[in-house]
C-alpha cells in the first residue's frame, strides 16, 4: 500500500504492515472485519463509514485528506499476519518512519498496535497511549491493533482512544 498523507496533515495513522487484501485494493485497513472504519466513525472523525475493501472511493479519499488524515505503515511487505514480521523489519521500518515525520510533518502520530511499536522502537515496557518520547519532535500516540484478530479491542474501545488522540491534535 501505497502512502497517502494529506499537507497538512493533521494525525498520521500508522499501520503495522499491509494484509493482503489491503495490499490488493490499495486502501487502508481494507478487510472487511477490521474495526478501523467502524470505529472511526464510532469516534466522530469522519462523518460516516468508509468501506475500504474495495479500495478507497475517491469522494472518502478526499474526505479523509480534508480531515487531515493521513497513512502509513512501519513495514511495507505484505503478509498474512503482523506476526510474520521480524523485528529488525520493524526496527528498519522504524527509522524509515522519521524521514516521512520529517517530510510531512504531522501533527500527531497514531499506532495502530503496540507490540509493533515496542519493537520498532526498542521501547519493551511502553504503554498505550500518549508516549512519553517524540519522534523528530511529533508525540506519539499508540491505540491497540483493529484487526478482528485482537480480542482484547472492541470498536467501542478502539473509538475512545482515537478520540482521545484526534481531541489532542486539535483542528
Request: proline share 8%; glycine share 10%.
Amino acid at each position: 500500500m501505497r502512502d497517502r498523507i494529506p499537507n497538512p496533515c493533521r494525525l498520521l495513522i500508522v499501520g503495522i504492515n499491509p494484509g493482503r487484501l489491503t495490499e490488493e485494493v490499495d486502501a487502508p485497513f481494507a478487510y472487511p472485519g477490521n474495526r478501523f472504519w467502524p470505529a472511526l466513525e464510532a469516534a466522530g472523525i469522519t462523518p460516516h463509514r468508509v468501506h475500504a475493501d474495495k479500495g478507497l472511493r475517491d469522494d472518502d479519499a478526499t474526505m479523509l485528506a480534508d480531515l487531515g488524515i493521513g497513512f502509513t505503515n512501519l513495514v511495507n511487505r505484505m503478509t498474512p499476519r503482523a506476526s510474520d514480521l521480524t523485528r529488525e523489519e520493524l526496527r528498519d521500518g522504524g527509522e524509515r518512519l522519521r524521514g516521512v515525520v520529517v517530510k510531512h510533518r504531522p501533527k500527531a502520530l497514531m499506532f495502530a498496535g503496540i507490540g509493533a511499536y515496542r519493537d520498532a522502537y526498542r521501547r519493551p515496557k511502553a504503554t498505550r497511549g500518549l508516549q512519553p518520547e517524540t519522534i523528530e519532535g511529533v508525540p506519539v500516540w499508540v491505540v491497540g491493533n483493529p484487526s478482528g484478530l485482537n480480542a482484547h479491542e472492541s470498536v467501542a474501545s478502539l473509538a475512545e482512544s482515537y478520540g482521545e488522540v484526534w481531541e489532542a491534535t486539535g483542528s
